[in-house]
């Protein structure tokens, strides 16, 4: 009886953080994440799997971040130039059918959220500088972002 409860109690505490996801480059596998929760802080962090990555990084966890730098130590940090993480934020508290937000007087994005998919466009000096795609499943839960000009994205396992 005990363990049947325990089982019913961690299955009702599962989340989206509890799921695993790869960080892929131009189609190559980088690392996993385990917890998306960062991202509300503006970070990731993923944990390489691939040998040739982790021989180049010279590291074992690659730090993408957005905002502030996190203080993690052995890390490989990778500055979001393209505001993808800020999308993701965003997409992930609010989902606006349509939304500007602001970043500084010559950046913004634009969110836009239908049914299962969000798309977003960031916008440096009145050029698009960056643009992509954030999926969910049909629970609600994330299942993928992409963005298209780097080729970078995270998708679940």
Request: glycine letters at 6%; one cysteine or more; a positive charge.
């Amino acid at each position: 009886m005990r363990k049947i409860v325990m089982v019913i109690i961690m299955a009702l505490t599962l989340d989206a953080s509890a799921y695993r996801y790869d960080v892929n480059f131009r189609g190559i596998t980088l690392g996993e994440v385990t917890d998306i929760s960062t991202v509300k802080d503006l970070y990731l962090k993923a944990k390489v799997t691939s040998r040739v990555a982790r021989f180049l990084l010279g590291k074992d966890n690659l730090i993408y971040y957005g905002g502030e730098k996190p203080k993690i130590k052995k890390s490989k940090f990778k500055k979001d130039k393209k505001m993808m993480l800020y999308a993701f934020s965003q997409s992930l508290s609010e989902r606006p059918k349509f939304k500007r937000y602001e970043i500084s007087n010559i950046k913004n994005i634009i969110l836009s959220c239908k049914d299962k998919t969000c798309e977003f466009i960031y916008y440096k000096n009145n050029h698009v500088d960056g643009k992509g795609k954030i999926s969910f499943d049909e629970n609600g839960e994330f299942v993928r972002i992409t963005e298209e000009l780097t080729n970078f994205e995270i998708v679940r396992q």
